[in-house]
């Protein structure tokens, strides 16, 4: 699977707006991709998140800079997340899609994520997920582990 159908999977094909949709998840690239963010993404995507990490729903709106109630309204309505929720959610996914093709299984990229990491100074992948340079290092330190790399 590519990373690009791997994320849209976490988002979850049904999340995805109408006109963007594909009716393969494999038939997904790079383009449709950068198409998605802009068109937006319906908010229940995010529960597929909270599912999958296990977090709470604050911490989550944090991360992608959009508050709690809005989340719940636009879920509610069954609208989609302006574009900047849309991005920041899909960062996310990419550092997730890249760490489970790496660790190739999820409980072991979920506890590689929550733990204090040497490599990183003592913390916890986790901590930086949620900003443009901290999903930076984490997908240089998914490729240092991937080519054997550790140190």
């Given at each position: ?91 996310i996914l990419r550092v997730l899609a890249i760490g489970l093709e790496v660790l190739k ?47």
């Open positions: 699977m590519s990373l690009e159908s791997q994320i849209v999977s976490f988002i979850g094909n049904e999340n995805i707006a109408p006109n963007q949709r594909k009716s393969d998840l494999s038939d997904y690239n790079a383009f449709d991709l950068a198409a998605i963010e802009k068109a937006g993404i319906f908010a229940p995507a995010i529960d597929n998140l909270l599912e999958l990490l296990q977090l709470p729903r604050s911490l989550v709106a944090s991360w992608i800079k959009v508050s709690p109630k809005t989340i719940a309204r636009r879920k509610k309505n069954h609208e989609l997340l302006a574009v900047e929720g849309t991005s920041n959610l899909i960062g299984d999820m409980d072991t990229l979920i506890t590689w994520l929550n733990e204090p990491n040497s490599a990183m100074g003592g913390i916890k992948p986790m901590e930086l997920i949620d900003t443009d340079s901290g999903a930076h290092e984490l997908i240089k330190e998914f490729r240092r582990i991937q080519w054997g790399n550790l140190a």
